[in-house]
């Protein structure tokens, strides 16, 4: 029987994300061709929660990647190159929109990440993974098809991180 590792999950994970990103991409594009001006707010909250969560693991990578053979770092960069896809599909799912600016965008739901021991910083990107699957599984309810799927990917992806960092 074949042992499931990190790597394996966060792989699958990331295949899932940009999966539903290209599916949810085409349910949203306009036959007519006429695209929506206004963005659904969930789509625009969530994206804010993964710039957030980016800035987040950048600083908590390089303050263990100064620190000496830190084994969480590898995971800590999986977990990222995970959320940069999860903003760049819905960059992409929101490119028919006419979007606001960014100064204009709904603030964040998570705490942001500036303890120094790596036992503190996986605990407090913990939160903030558990923060973001809640808030992305409650956005994907409320936006109807206005990239549910997207959102309830993203959604599982964020307790899947939860749940590696435990």
């Known amino acids: 029987m074949r042992t499931i590792t990190r790597r394996l999950l966060l792989a699958g994970a990331g295949a899932l994300v940009a999966g539903g990103a290209g599916i949810t991409a ?3 594009r306009p036959i007519s061709g006429n695209a929506p001006t206004i963005p659904p707010p969930a789509l625009l909250g969530v994206l804010a929660t993964e710039r957030a969560l980016i800035a987040s693991l950048q600083v908590a990578l390089t303050a263990l990647t100064s620190a000496t053979g830190d084994e969480s770092a590898a995971l800590l960069t999986a977990v990222l190159n995970d959320h940069v896809a999860h903003r760049n599909a819905l960059q992409a799912l929101l490119a028919g929109y006419q979007l606001p600016s960014t100064s204009s965008l709904p603030a964040s739901t998570h705490t942001s990440t500036s303890t120094s021991t790596s036992t503190s910083t996986r605990a407090s990107i913990r939160r903030a993974e558990q923060q973001a699957a809640t808030a992305a599984r409650a956005a994907s309810a409320a936006s109807g098809t206005a990239g549910a799927a997207l959102l ?8 899947g991180h939860a749940e590696l960092l435990a």
């Open 26 to 28: 085409g349910e949203l």
């Open 152 to 159: 309830a990917s993203i959604a599982a992806c964020e307790a």
